[in-house]
C-alpha cells in the first residue's frame, strides 16, 4: 500500500514521504495513529502545498542535530549505581537509564535512539555508547559508570582529610585591637597631663 507520512517514522521514513508499507501496517498501525494518510491524488496536492514548509522543518531538525551532536561528543555523563566489590553492577545499566540521567542534564533523547554497544553496561568503568540523531547522523556519549559505595567511601574519606586540615591548621589568637576614640589632641585643644599637673 503507498501512504504519505504524516511525520517522521523511525526506520521508514520523513515527513511528506511516500512510501510503500504492507497493508496490515498501514490500516492497523499508520493510518489509525494518524501517522500517514493514503496515497492519493488529493492527498498528494495537499504535500505539494506544504512542501516549502516541510522543507524549513528539516532544516531545522538538521540544525538541532548538529548542534546536540557537539554537545554529546563534548560530554561525560556519570551514573552511580549499586555494585558489588569485584565491580560487577547488581543488575545493568540500561538505556532508559541513560535517557533519565541525560534528562537531568537538560537533554531529551528517546529511549530508541540510544545504542549501548554491548546490549548491557554490567561492570564499571568507562563506556561509549552511540546515540542516533536525525537523518543518519549520531554522536558517541562517554558513560562513566561509578560505584554507589565507592562514591559514598571517596566522600567519606575527603569529608575526614578536611576535618583533619581544620584541626591541623594553626589556630591564630586574635589579638585585642585597641580602639582609640578621637581624643581632645586631634581636635585641636590641650588637655592636661599628669605631668603638667604638678
Do not use: C, W
Not at 505539494?48 to 522543507?55: H, P, Q, R, T
Not at 538538521?62 to 556519570?78: G, V, Y
Not at 578621637?182 to 605631668?195: I, K, L, N
Amino acid at each position: 500500500m503507498k501512504i504519505i507520512l504524516n511525520q517522521d517514522v523511525h526506520n521508514l521514513g520523513e515527513e511528506g514521504d511516500v512510501v510503500e508499507v504492507k497493508n496490515g501496517y498501514a490500516r492497523n498501525f499508520l493510518l489509525p495513529k494518524h501517522f500517514a494518510v493514503l496515497f492519493n491524488k488529493a492527498n498528494q496536492a495537499i504535500f505539494a502545498g506544504k512542501a516549502k514548509a516541510i522543507e524549513k522543518r528539516k532544516e531545522d531538525k538538521r540544525k538541532a542535530a548538529s548542534t546536540l551532536r557537539e554537545r554529546l561528543d563534548s560530554m561525560t555523563l556519570t551514573l552511580t549505581v549499586s555494585a558489588g566489590e569485584s565491580g560487577k553492577l547488581f543488575g545493568s545499566v540500561t538505556n532508559t537509564m541513560i535517557m533519565e540521567g541525560l534528562a537531568k542534564e537538560g537533554i531529551e533523547i528517546e529511549k530508541k535512539r540510544i545504542e549501548v554497544a554491548s546490549h548491557d553496561i554490567k561492570m564499571v568503568g568507562t563506556y561509549t555508547v552511540k546515540i542516533r540523531l536525525y537523518e543518519g547522523e549520531s554522536a558517541s556519549l562517554k558513560l562513566e559508570v561509578l560505584s554507589e559505595k565507592a562514591v559514598k567511601d571517596s566522600a567519606a574519606r575527603k569529608a575526614a582529610e578536611e576535618a583533619a586540615e581544620v584541626k591541623a591548621a594553626p589556630q591564630v589568637a586574635e589579638e585585642p585591637v585597641a580602639v582609640v576614640e578621637e581624643s581632645a589632641f586631634e581636635a585641636g585643644e590641650e588637655t592636661e597631663t599628669e605631668d603638667d599637673k604638678e
